[in-house]
């Protein structure tokens, strides 16, 4: 059970590192940048430009909103001319026998759309040339539709609007540990630095200690993972609200799915701070430790969970789905793709559980035993040794 | 709250930190633990505090009807020897917290932090982070830290390094107020002036044993058991003329007109005086009492000797 004393540290960590204004200030730059990132890319669309192409005479295809196709009566030198001094021309088409020639001044992105329109229309003027039908073109363009169909009535299949959210979840929980990462680390190698911890040791039990350090930065981890969600899904908002103007539709949302996220995810964030929290304990000077980047093995559940993201049913993804220490991350991604029994995610969520109950205590003995030690950083031996001896403190 | 060590030994890596120390803080008092660094003053104060345990021996904590082996951290206010709070935050913010975690409710915070912070005139530095005070102030908060919860016991590892004279004069009356309010002090430190004007009982260490403890009183007779006088005499003498009117006595003639004699006892004295007023007038009779400073050093001295002849 979390002790009273224990919340107050929690309480005392979060808003240590919870300055609101800087949060506000941080955000409504982010949404600067975002505004000038759309502003740039709107005001140098090419697409939204009307390009003059001169055509030779017969060429029969329709201008369009982009480019405006017009056959002049001068000559092709004079038309290279003009394109090469004034503004006339855009491109010149100059058509031979077997290809077509498209002059212009310089590499633009808008002639890569000209490329595509022009192949089609001459696509098109080969095909009516042959004697085929527009359906006859079509059925040639794509002579067959590929579906893959799968005899597991458990895999939902591969391009689901749940794989979407299990992504969306590994982000998440990829921000929340480098917001705890990088906040415990400060913290605990902070306050030995400035010389709290010894007078902290008079008043709270290792354990209350670092259980209120797990706490207040895990709720910071939620913290950053909630309101990145938040910018995520106003910007999402905007996007179909707004610039596309469509209805919001949100039938693909998979509440079931969300139900289990949530708490892998939470039990996840609390695991991995409370190994940062153990190595963190463990270092006597950030400076000249090297054990600090040991912390970040708990992004690797995440990366791995990734790499077989795309093979929920093989081994590997079952694997990483019930090991209690790589589960928070697999586990929800399965969830997602596979039709599990209701079983499978409880077990793994106590396993998780009782390997996170295993390591705070493993945490508080290391705490306390680097502090005996006064200023000596214990070796890799010495943590194995406390992680492993069951002496109560 | 009674306190009980015996034969305490603490061992780090190659180092014997504490051998086989004993001794005994009665309910009320102000105990002082002197010695030079690397003595075993914090290597026993943080086996009170329940840091570390002993090796071997045993100590035993009575309070309130209950038996302990290191002070309970409900009963214990603690100054330690290696100390800091969070740089970044407010006095106030810093202190709170602290209450908090000792269970204060916000109205006993609010009178504890006036108070204390009016005792160290700190009222109108409340709002400012712990950085921008002077090392002294800073070292007022970590006091304030230490006795916000008026805890049964209060341990001060150097209560006064740091702190200028006026400042120490200060924690000398802090500390006296604890006593006051009936707190158990335990304190080390190296400045002799100030615990022999607070100190009910002291224990002098040196490489992790004791050499002298008890009183004030109790540590002059045992670390000069031999009373000196000094006496000025009207006229000059010489060291023949000593030799003869002084037989039986051990003296120094430190000028011609001072003399520092050695007694067996204090009642001596008046023998003395018999044996020298037939051959000259006395101007000035003074029995010389050394300060805790001077005993303390006269202690180490012969502590040194010992281990050197060992």
Redesign the interface.
């Given at each position: 059970m979390i002790s009273?004393?224990s919340l107050?540290?929690a309480k005392?960590e979060f808003l240590?590192f919870f300055k609101w204004k800087q949060q506000l200030i941080s955000y409504l730059l982010m949404l600067g940048v975002m505004g000038a990132i759309f502003a740039w890319s709107y005001f140098v669309d090419e697409g939204r430009q009307q390009y003059r192409i001169a055509v030779p005479a017969g060429f029969s295809l329709e201008s369009s909103a982009q480019f405006q196709f017009q056959q002049p009566t001068v000559s092709l030198e004079e038309q290279l001319r003009q394109l090469q001094q004034d503004e006339t021309w855009h491109a010149v088409l100059e058509p031979g026998d077997e290809q077509v020639l498209i002059h212009t001044k310089a590499g633009k992105k808008w002639q890569q759309q000209l490329q595509s329109v022009l192949l089609e229309h001459y696509r098109q003027q080969y095909a009516a040339a042959q004697g085929w039908s527009a359906e006859q073109l079509a059925a040639l363009q794509q002579p067959v539709s590929l579906e893959m169909r799968y005899l597991d009535d458990n895999y939902k299949g591969k391009d689901r609007p749940e794989k979407l959210i299990a992504l969306a979840v590994l982000f998440m929980l990829l921000m929340g540990l480098t917001t705890a990462f990088g906040q415990l680390l400060m913290s605990i190698t902070g306050e030995k630095q400035?010389?709290?911890t010894?007078?902290?040791?008079?008043?709270?039990?290792p354990q209350q200690w670092i259980d209120g350090k797990v706490l207040g930065h895990s709720l910071s981890a939620l913290k950053a993972m909630f309101t990145t969600t938040l910018m995520m899904l106003l910007g999402f908002l905007v996007a179909v609200l707004v610039f596309a103007n469509k209805p919001l539709q949100l039938d693909w949302l998979n509440l079931g799915v969300l139900a289990w996220l949530l708490p892998f995810a939470l039990l996840g964030v609390v695991l991995c701070a409370t190994f940062m929290a153990a190595i963190a304990a463990s270092i006597d000077d950030p400076n000249t430790s090297g054990k600090g980047a040991v912390m970040m093995i708990t992004w690797l559940p995440l990366l791995f969970t990734y790499l077989v993201i795309d093979s929920p049913t093989g081994w590997a993804m079952t694997l990483l789905s019930w090991l209690p220490l790589t589960s928070f991350a697999a586990m929800p991604v399965r969830m997602a793709l596979v039709e599990l029994p209701w079983w499978q995610p409880l077990l793994s969520l106590m396993l998780l559980l009782a390997t996170l109950y295993w390591l705070r205590r493993v945490a508080g003995r290391i705490f306390l035993r680097g502090?005996?030690m006064?200023g000596k950083e214990p070796s890799w031996g010495d943590i194995m040794r406390w992680a492993l001896s069951n002496k109560a403190d | 709250m009674q306190i009980t060590v015996t034969q305490i030994e603490k061992h780090y890596a190659t180092v014997q930190a504490v051998r086989g120390v004993s001794f005994q803080i009665q309910p009320g008092e102000i105990f002082a633990l002197l010695g030079p660094n690397g003595a075993g003053k914090s290597s026993i104060i943080r086996m009170l505090v329940g840091m570390t345990r002993p090796d071997a021996g045993h100590i035993l904590v009575q309070h309130d009807g209950g038996e302990f082996d290191h002070v309970p951290r409900r009963y214990l206010g603690y100054l330690p020897e290696d100390r800091g709070l969070y740089a970044d935050k407010s006095v106030e913010k810093n202190l709170r917290f602290l209450a908090q975690l000792h269970g204060l409710s916000a109205a006993e915070t609010e009178q504890q932090l006036t108070h204390w912070l009016n005792v160290f005139e700190l009222t109108d530095r409340r709002k400012e982070d712990l950085k921008q005070l002077s090392k002294g102030n800073q070292q007022k908060v970590q006091l304030i830290a230490a006795v916000i919860h008026r805890p049964a016991l209060v341990i001060l590892d150097e209560p006064f390094s740091g702190l200028d004279p006026l400042n120490q004069e200060k924690v000398v009356q802090f500390l006296q107020q604890l006593r006051a309010d009936g707190m158990t002090v335990i304190l080390s430190a190296h400045q002799m002036a100030m615990v022999e004007k607070l100190a009910d009982h002291m224990l002098l260490m040196a490489k992790g044993q004791a050499v002298l403890a008890g009183t004030l009183a109790q540590i002059r007779s045992q670390a000069q058991p031999q009373p000196e006088v000094v006496i000025e005499t009207e006229q000059p003498i010489s060291s023949e003329q000593l030799d003869r009117w002084l037989a039986g006595y051990s003296w120094l003639l430190q000028t011609p007109q001072r003399l520092l004699v050695r007694l067996n006892e204090t009642q001596q004295l008046s023998a003395c005086l018999q044996q020298l007023l037939p051959y000259c007038a006395l101007k000035n009779i003074s029995m010389q009492n050394p300060d805790l400073h001077q005993l303390y050093l006269n202690a180490m001295t012969q502590h040194q000797q010992q281990e050197q002849a060992v």
């Open positions: 009273r004393q107050v540290v005392w240590r400035h010389r709290v010894e007078q902290l040791f008079a008043i709270v039990t502090m005996q006064y | -």
